[in-house]
């Protein structure tokens, strides 16, 4: 099989499909080569946050770009359902992150400080509140919850039909998308890509390695650098329940369904075949803590998948100097992100070119001299 392309984008998650349809939005003639349903997706086991609070320590930049993302899903979600009939379900009203006695208080506290006092960082509200004025929006809290943190621009969406919508959405833009073909080589010859498959070579005037931690070993193709850290994470879902929870926690949401999602591991496992029980154990233990009604509930599926991880948290977004119109793009929060990346990222890749004030904070240039930040970009 060989055609011709403006852009081809390797990688059908959430992360390789928002630029492609952001890419298709714009009137691009878009490839989108995937490995298919054998893939390890974080796209289907992902916590669906749309998250800004805590995220950028370290990376003030991060801040900034997270707050951007946040503010432009509701134009998101409204294309998506005019073009695809597809609602999202995106729910937007502010997150907590609960805490369980003193100590985490004071942690957590002494976190939000941090955050508040590091330079450069984009204002985004996120302030401590006590018990009594948590018990006010979450009147079902536990008597061990001692506070947390609230951020207005937190939610959550449906990630499961939000993928659903972008594939939809490509395909009405024209895009064509390829599974069962991953990419084993790419060279650039005669000013065109040719990314070579089991199925054939497809040609393309620039090319998007959104193939999350792939993105390690494409990256080098075409003279970019993808250092990851992959690491697993595990998700237990409750049995339907009343409505609740009307805000999203970094370790608790309940889905527009009405299950209850509990996740908050993070392992340096790269096996997502089994799953670590004893985690699952002290999971749901804190989240009844929080929420006692939740003991109730019967545990009806559960998971393991591996996330995509840049080496140091944060994201990655580059282009090639040796290889011109190769790009890469790899990070955790594919759905915080994913406005930014149908918007913004597609906008710059169709231009030829990513900006320099996305450029200069997330390049991999970076990591030169093993001097990568320390700080965590994730939640």
């Not at 979600?77 to 379900?89: F, I, M, R, S, W």
């Not at 393991?304 to 977004?317: A, C, N, Q, T």
Request: proline content about 5%.
């Amino acid at each position: 099989m060989s055609k011709d392309y403006d852009v081809a984008v390797v990688g059908g998650g959430l992360l390789g499909s928002a630029i492609a349809w952001g890419l298709g939005r714009l009137g691009q003639r878009v490839a989108v080569l995937d490995e298919g349903d054998i893939a390890k997706r974080a796209s289907r086991a992902n916590f669906a946050l749309v998250w800004v609070q805590s995220k950028g320590l370290g990376m003030p930049a991060y801040t900034g770009w997270t707050v951007r993302g946040s503010q432009a899903w509701p134009t998101l979600a409204v294309e998506l359902k005019q073009q695809t009939g597809l609602d999202v379900v995106l729910q937007q009203n502010g997150g907590f992150h609960l805490t369980l006695g003193d100590a985490e208080y004071e942690q957590r506290s002494q976190l939000v400080a941090r955050m508040h006092n590091q330079a450069g960082a984009a204002d985004y509200r996120m302030e401590m509140l006590p018990a009594a004025e948590v018990k006010k929006m979450l009147p079902l809290i536990g008597p061990e919850v001692s506070g947390g943190s609230f951020c207005p621009f937190d939610g959550h969406v449906n990630s499961l039909r939000t993928f659903r919508a972008f594939h939809t959405g490509m395909k009405q833009f024209g895009v064509d998308y390829l599974p069962e073909r991953p990419v084993s080589s790419i060279a650039r010859d005669g000013g065109e890509f040719r990314l070579v498959t089991a199925q054939g070579e497809v040609r393309a005037a620039k090319v998007v390695l959104a193939a999350g931690n792939a993105n390690q070993t494409l990256a080098p193709m075409v003279g970019l650098f993808a250092p990851m850290g992959p690491t697993r994470g595990q998700i237990i879902v409750t049995e339907r329940t009343m409505p609740f929870l009307p805000h999203a926690l970094t370790t608790i949401r309940q889905t527009d369904e009405g299950t209850v999602m509990i996740g908050d591991s993070k392992e340096d496992e790269l096996d997502d075949r089994v799953q670590n029980h004893p985690i699952d154990a002290v999971m749901a233990d804190r989240a009844q803590r929080m929420f006692p009604h939740l003991s109730r509930l019967n545990v009806v599926r559960s998971w393991s998948g591996l996330r995509v991880m840049p080496k140091d948290g944060f994201p990655i977004y580059d282009q090639s100097e040796t290889h011109p119109g190769a790009f890469v793009a790899c990070c955790h929060s594919g759905v915080t992100l994913a406005a930014n990346h149908a918007f913004d990222i597609a906008r710059m890749v169709q231009r030829g070119a990513l900006e320099p004030e996305l450029v200069e904070p997330f390049s991999a240039r970076r990591f030169s001299g093993d001097t990568a930040a320390t700080g965590s970009g994730y939640y």
